[in-house]
């Protein structure tokens, strides 16, 4: 007597192909051996994944329309494939559709985007200031010149990979703690493209691609700094099959300078002055990276490490127009050798002075007493 298959999943003869999949699935959610361990629903998740089987497939659905059983006509390997198909298909209801008979797959074809490439170049301050053009030499994948990319010899053409039928994976039988699991991994022989090349290219082998090396003009912008990377579109590998190049990526590593440190788009440098000089002020010029000599004005009575700014003297904004700061650190330099001249005259000096360094003297005097007063104030309060 033939099964009921309609009633096992509990759809009419009339159920649409999306309503058998819809009951089948909400019954293996429920049934699956993971979720309800129970002996009896491991029996009937077989029976409804047998069924799910038979009425998903075209052929077996007509004959039990006409009263007859697939799987009895088709003995135990019938029944056997209906049981690894329906379980592909809990796998598509879990796991959206990853594994098993219930999932539609495409070959990914011979044709692939090529990979992305990264270079590292060396620039001065000087050049990451004003940009640069490098030429720059890189080992990469090219289209292959003899065949265009098609990886095919002269006329010849791909054919469907007689391993997998064209479909780009091979299928298995596994054992695993969900009882046999059928399981896909890329065809050996066509490495997933779905077809091979019979008569490949004698050049690229079929790759469609060959290494070479070539130069490339990299157009570096002003305003770069240290480890940015500059993309140049489709300048990477070609991919295989004669796919869309790859970007390649131009990092920047910026070298030290000799005078000035930068900070962002600001730089710095140290300024040493004469004692003299920052006491009466002065000018001093400053050999910048891209205005070339500037003057610096230094007011009179500037202290040791004061900064001085010019303003927008210092590295362009990447793309932008704006230019940063340059801080000049002022270092006091005292002399350390006078000729009796130059003694006479600061002894003369600190003598007009003297008035001046007592009061700064008893002042600190003032301060001192008045902290330790607080500090003993303090202790004895204890």
Known sequence: MARDYYGLLGVAKNATDQEI??????????????????????????????????????????????????????????????????????????????????????????????????????????????????????????????CTGSGTNGNSKPVRCETCGGAGEVQSVQRSFLGQVLTSRPCPTCRGAGETIPDPCHKCGGDGRVRARREIAAPIPAGVANGMRVRLAAQGEVGPGGGHAGDLYVEIVEQPHDVFVRDGDDLHCTVRLPMVDAALGTTVVIDTILDGPTELTIPAGTQPGEISVLRGHGMPRLRSGARGDLLAHLDIVVPTKLDAKQTDLLRKYKGTRERERAEVMSAQSEHNSGLFARLRASFSGR
């Open 21 to 146: 999949k819809r009951a089948y699935r909400k019954l293996a959610r429920e049934l699956h051996p993971d979720v309800n361990p129970d002996e009896v629903a491991q029996a009937k998740f077989k029976e409804v994944s047998a069924a799910y089987e038979v009425l998903s497939d075209p052929e077996r659905r007509r004959i039990v329309d006409m009263g007859g059983d697939p799987l009895e006509s088709g003995g135990g390997a019938g029944y056997s494939g209906a049981g690894f198909g329906g379980l592909g298909d809990v796998f598509e209801a879990f796991f959206g559709g990853m594994s098993g008979t219930g999932a539609t797959r495409k070959p990914r074809g011979r044709v692939q985007p090529g990979a992305d490439s990264l270079l590292r170049t060396r620039l001065s301050l000087a050049e990451c200031a004003v940009g640069v053009t490098k030429h720059l030499t890189v080992d990469t994948a090219i289209l292959c010149d003899v």
